[in-house]
């Protein structure tokens, strides 16, 4: 989809004068790539219009770039369609320091237990003190299910295999946990295959007993339209205050599901994208178009290396820093040590083009790729505060410096320049070529 919107584009880009006649053109690409990924037709109806309207308005104010107000447009018209209109932060930063209770609901297969644990294990790194509460007496196994994917993320857990009344086990399991001083309780609830009475019923019960904080909806994000009535089913019978889509590994079809649940009102705060622990990420709707155009998404990055820092500060450090224009040694010194700190570094360089597949990072080759990043930073610890700080790549180039930082480092200097080139690509991509231009900085600066 994203390369299909991306396409056309391009055609804006390259048209040599852009008359109704290109930007019909253009559109026409746009909303069949949109309805092809299953979109809504009257959400993409809308995209068009307002996009339409965003251009010939532009006709009328004189000496600006039309290119960039369209291409703007359609970012900001797929973001909003994304969007819920709800501050998603609210859900998302929890507060320390008082029980967090929240349910999962959603149907059997949508991910729910897979979730409950991925959800835990994101706050469990932000510092705080998740347990989970296996409320699922439908689903023979589940309590097991839930034990090991909680072991596995060393999270605390509660459940029974004797109580049959889900409702009672929620409420015992909240109750200890909150005991226990647990900051974040997280009840795990079972499903149907079908939107039945008997599991809203229940949903309703289980919600009566714990009174929780958020109830967050799970939804498979593959099954296109059909989400939309399921949301709604879902949200007319429990408070639901947020969604996570699951499986949206490929995003192929993921239109459908996005759309529609935008068109519910609920914000998607998360979206799984695997079945393993760590394929979880935060869901915003610029950094997902932004990404879904493949336009690499900083502050995703940003985000993800955070999360294995407890403290906001750093990223905010990072932004500053970036946001005074300087990608410096020092900078990708500390964005390499924190990736170390977070395991699978191919996750993390995945997020921004240019890094994945680069002399950093060769997907499939984690390993090698974890060696050469520890070979990077032995080679800049040899590096001098001056050379770290530096703002000027050029001078690090200087050949007494590849020498002696070679020595120190006790390598061949070739891995010295290998390190420089690759500092001066990321630093071309984030920076724009030569500190100023069409770098990431610059793009998100402007938006
Ligand atoms: P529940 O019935 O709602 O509790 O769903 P489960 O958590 O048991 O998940 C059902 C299946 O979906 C399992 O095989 C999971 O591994 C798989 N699953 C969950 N989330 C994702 C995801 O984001 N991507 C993929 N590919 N599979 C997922
Ligand atoms: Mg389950």
Redesign the pocket.
Known sequence: LGQKISQALSMIQNAESIDEKVLDACLKEIVTALLQADVNVRLVGKLRDNVKTRANNADKGAGLNKRKIIEKAVVDELSSMLSSGVDEKKLVDLKKGQPNVIMFV??????????CTKYGAFYKKKGFKPALVCA?TF?AG?FD?LKQNATKMQIPFYGSYTETDPAVIAAKGVEEFKKANHDLIIV?TS?RHKQEDSLFEEMRQVSAMTKPDLIIF?MDGSIGQAAEDQAKAFKDTVEVGAVIL????GHAKGGGALSAVAATKSPIVF?????HMD??ERFEPKAFVGRLLGRGDWRGFVDKISEAVPEDAMKEELMDSLSKGNFTMRILYEQLANIQKMGPVGQVMGMIPGLSNSGLFTKGKEKESAARIKMFMTIMDSMTDKELDCPNPKVLQEQSRVMRVARGAGCNPYCVLELLEEYKRIRALIMGPGGKGKGFMQQMSKQ
């Open positions: 959603g149907l059997q297969g949508a991910g729910k237990t897979t979730t699922d689903r589940a299910q795990d499903g799970v699951t499986k949206m590994d979206i799984g994208t695997g079945e394929e979880f």
